[in-house]
């Protein structure tokens, strides 16, 4: 290893060479996923399982088979049904009868009313004559009162058997709703999911016995999250949909994803003093979980700036300080490097934002920090010469 003139040994140091990058400003926020759909999976049937066609963690399409049951009675309570269906329509078949023999009643009725109304004024002109006796007038009268009443008591007849064709018919049709309800359970031998997505925990074993509406298991589609996030009402002010967020693993700040915010409540929650927000994110590599919790970062506007390495920072009285190359050594000297003060930001990943003391082109030691003092002198590895 080459040595100082002095006889001091050279320190090996890498070089880091400063250039523009992307600032972000922005505030870290701890959040809630949740799926966009979850559907909780329930029997429309009773009955006995009979085979679960999936496992826990398993990605099913909508309307996939789930479990297989065996229906309890929904068999026989179907052909039951058809049986109240074939019997309302023998009972509406029976009043139609009966309606059209009272209409033919009536029809011949009417013609004797017409045919006794005209005895009667014939009558009543012989009896004015003297060509009839009055006996015999009030003989026709009364056998025409008696047609109209006979009359009357008929359209009754055809209104009653009118009502009994209209009963018959909804009695065909509340038991046709029956059979058709029957018909669908007994389609409904397999339990499906309503959506797309994983399934959840199974709840339930070959041979157990389900009741209609029990939950057997969930289906989660996890494709895309929303990150439920409550925000200072202090920072309302900046928020608006479609700023960018990223998702942060909360214990080694990994990016998970990035997302943007897609729901700015307009309302601060009384209980907790906070502002409401939503962001979407795609869970393409399927590393988030609904229900889980992380940080997240709501990235409030970016700029031009520097970053530096934190491996590369020096911490004297309470300052920060680099190690920058001193670019003015004499071509016959050894290179040296000062301690520089810097102010810092916020930390941007394993880099932190330089907010003063350093600029673009500056070249910073990032290796053997503890070594170096000011003025120290260096030797660069190969990597860091010019």
Do not use: C, H
């Not at 100082?4 to 922005?26: F, N």
């Not at 309503?194 to 589609?221: F, H, L, M, N, R």
């Amino acid at each position: 290893m080459p040595e100082a003139e002095a006889g001091v040994p050279l320190i090996p140091v890498d070089l880091a060479t400063l250039r523009a990058e992307t600032i972000k400003e922005s505030t870290v926020f701890v959040g809630n996923l949740e799926a966009l759909q979850t559907a909780e999976v329930r029997s429309e049937i009773q009955g006995r399982i009979e085979q679960v066609l999936v496992t826990p963690g398993q990605q099913v399409a909508a309307g996939q088979a789930l479990i297989q049951l065996k229906p309890d009675q929904t068999v026989p309570q179907f052909q039951g049904a058809v049986a109240g269906v074939d019997i309302a329509m023998g009972n509406r078949d029976n009043s139609l009868k009966a309606l059209d023999i009272a209409k033919a009643q009536r029809e011949t009725l009417k013609s004797t009313l017409a045919l006794d109304t005209a005895n009667v004024d014939r009558a009543e002109q012989l009896a004015a004559a003297g060509a009839l006796a009055e006996i015999r007038l009030d003989e026709a009268r009364a056998k025409l009162a008696e047609t109209r009443n006979r009359l009357i008591a008929a359209d009754e007849q055809v209104a009653a058997a009118g009502v009994a064709v209209q009963q018959a018919e909804a009695q065909i049709r509340q038991a046709q709703a029956q059979a058709d309800a029957s018909l669908v359970s007994v389609g409904f031998k397999n339990v499906v999911a309503p959506i797309a997505g994983v399934v959840d925990d199974v709840q339930v074993k070959v041979g157990d016995y389900v009741s209609t509406g029990q939950p057997v298991t969930t289906v989660t589609q996890a494709e895309t999250l929303l990150l439920n996030m409550e925000v200072p009402p202090e920072q309302g002010s900046r928020l608006r949909t479609g700023l960018a967020v990223e998702l942060l693993n909360p214990t080694s700040k990994e990016q998970l994803a990035t997302g943007s915010l897609t729901f700015v409540s307009p309302n601060v929650n009384r209980d907790t003093q906070s502002i409401l927000t939503k962001a979407q994110f795609r869970n393409v590599e399927g590393l988030l979980r609904d229900g889980q919790n992380v940080e997240a970062r709501i990235v409030w506007n970016t700029r031009p700036g520097i970053l530096i390495p934190v491996t590369a920072i020096s911490r004297v009285g309470g300052k920060e300080f680099v190690y920058m190359l001193d670019e003015d050594t004499p071509e016959d000297g050894n290179p040296v490097v000062r301690l520089t003060p810097v102010e810092l930001g916020d930390i941007q990943g394993d880099d932190f934002q330089v907010i003063s003391g350093l600029e673009e082109g500056d070249r910073i030691a990032v290796s053997n920090i503890l070594k170096l003092k000011d003025g120290a002198p260096v030797e660069l590895n190969s990597a860091s010469q010019p």
